[in-house]
């Protein structure tokens, strides 16, 4: 079967840095995204990988290793405004994205 | 503005009525999808359209319905809606003809069937 798994909640302080970790499995892969998402509010796009490594993007970073399912977001200097869900989802060898249940991430002052 | 828009933003609903989620694009995607979002869950894919004129079944179809009359338009039909349609649905749409694969999501609408 499909499945995305991912932390339900954490919790980091301003300024720090926080690694939400996501494993896949899925019926073919086609890259891996990560999504925010504020409270209320529509998705939105972080960051797409579909070959090993690290991808760099300002204060957010994502790496992916294709051998062993897994996936992660490294967030720097964490800002007040980075409380949110983080989604993670795998796209399917039918171009589908198959979504986790997205980790809820609290900064604290 | 680009984007895609979403209506209704919210809505209650009693059993047994049909409802149309709307959604429009003006991005020229060629793919569109509706999701639902339930609380715990992921999103799940309800129906998608991979071009205008054709649609697909996702992962929860039933008691769903969509059409893709033109690139722009996407809406989602109740027939006859029940209580366990109770959740946040979302569209999206993909140019997925240049190698893009980003999902670009509306609003959302927030549907309450009692």
């Known amino acids: 079967g499909q499945n995305i798994d991912q932390p339900t909640e954490m919790t980091a302080t301003e300024g720090a840095i926080v690694q939400i970790n996501c494993t896949y499995q899925?019926?073919?892969?086609?890259?891996l995204f990560w999504y925010q998402q504020h409270a209320g509010e529509a998705p939105t796009f972080l960051s797409y990988?579909?070959l090993d490594g690290l991808e760099e993007k300002g204060r957010f970073s994502s790496f992916l290793s294709r051998s062993k399912g897994y996936s992660y977001l490294l967030l720097k200097e964490l800002q007040m405004k980075d409380s949110a869900s983080y989604l993670c989802a795998s796209m399917d060898s039918n171009y589908q994205l198959i979504w986790g249940a997205g980790t809820k991430l609290i900064i604290k002052p | 503005i680009a984007g895609i828009t979403q209506a209704p933003t919210s809505q209650i609903l009693a059993a047994g009525r049909r409802m149309t989620l709307r959604c429009t694009q003006d991005m020229r995607h060629n793919a569109m999808y509706w999701y639902r979002q339930d609380l715990g869950l992921g999103l799940r894919l309800i129906h998608y359209?991979?071009?205008?004129?054709?649609?697909g079944k996702g992962e929860v179809p039933d008691g769903y319905s969509v059409s893709r009359a033109n690139t722009d338009d996407f809406p989602l039909t109740l027939a006859s809606a029940v209580p366990s349609q109770t959740s946040v649905y979302f569209c999206?749409?993909?140019?997925?003809?240049?190698?893009?694969?980003?999902?670009?999501f509306g609003p959302g609408t927030r549907l309450t069937v009692l």
């Open positions: 990988n579909v």
């Open positions: 899925t019926s073919g892969f086609n890259g």
């Open positions: 359209s991979n071009t205008a004129g054709t649609t």
């Open positions: 999206a749409s993909s140019d997925t003809t240049s190698g893009g694969n980003e999902q670009f």
